[in-house]
């Protein structure tokens, strides 16, 4: 079974508008964490926003906000006007074990996001 | 912040040579590397996960003798792509927990396999 699962392989957004890209986990695990990472054609991954299973509140990154739905087991970014540079592949990833080293970091399939001008 | 340099950026080599690929921790100790496969358009497999001064943690499916892993020191983690062949042509990326939450990523590798 998945652990996580992006259902939007690609979305196209107008400049400025908000877009949301969803995300559903599975884990067993009481402890977690969740992240999402922007990726760029330069093949880097950079990290945009994290939540963590025991935080209330939902993570906000400038722009960029995590509804986190832990009945749902879902962590859904949301990106508020958007820019042309937000024109990249988004990864949604979980983080399961909670000693140090033992750690696993899974990742979802991806959405690639375009913005139109 | 943590910053984790990755080298090569990109190499080409030819079918049954072997490739190294380097990740450093440039300013904060990396205990555990986590090693990364992508192919095109797909998601980021893990590979394996390397701690300090230990054998590295391989994931199923991953051939341990055809991917040797070294983490020596606290800021220096290589991957060795042996004999390498075509169908090892991907990006391979490594990352490091640089804070109490996150981790850094190196800048990625492109390996194409002639």
């Known amino acids: 079974a998945q652990k996580i699962t992006q259902t939007q392989p690609g979305m196209f957004v107008q400049e400025k508008e908000a877009v949301t890209l969803d995300c559903t986990y599975d884990?067993?695990?009481?402890?977690?964490?969740l992240f999402w990472y922007k990726q760029p054609s330069s093949g880097e991954m950079i990290f945009l926003i994290y939540?963590?299973?025991?935080?209330?509140q939902n993570a906000t990154e400038g722009r960029y906000s995590l509804n986190f739905q832990k009945a749902r087991k879902s962590a859904n970014l949301v990106i508020s006007a958007s820019q042309l540079g937000d024109s990249a592949m988004y990864f949604c990833?979980?983080?399961?074990?909670?000693?140090?080293?033992?750690?696993?970091?899974?990742f979802g399939t991806g959405t690639r996001l375009t913005i139109i001008p | 912040g943590a910053v984790v340099s990755q080298h090569p950026s990109w190499v080409i080599c030819k079918s049954g040579t072997s490739v190294k690929i380097e990740c450093r921790s440039l300013?904060?100790?990396?205990?555990?590397m986590f090693w990364y496969r992508q192919f095109p358009k797909q998601s980021l497999m893990l590979m394996a996960t390397?701690?300090?001064?230990?054998?590295?943690?391989?994931e199923q499916g991953v051939e341990k003798d055809k991917f040797l892993i070294n983490h020596a020191s606290l800021t220096l983690s290589t991957l060795t792509v042996t004999s390498a062949h075509p169908e090892d042509s991907s990006f391979y990326i490594c990352?490091?927990?640089?804070?109490?939450?996150?981790?850094?990523f190196g800048s990625g590798t492109r390996l194409t396999v002639v």
């Open positions: 390397s701690n300090e001064g230990s054998k590295a943690t391989y």
């Open positions: 990833a979980m983080r399961e074990g909670r000693s140090f080293g033992n750690e696993k970091l899974t």
């Open positions: 884990t067993s695990d009481q402890s977690y964490g």
């Open positions: 939540q963590g299973s025991y935080d209330e």
């Open positions: 990352s490091s927990r640089g804070s109490n939450y996150g981790y850094t």
């Open positions: 300013d904060f100790q990396a205990t555990t």
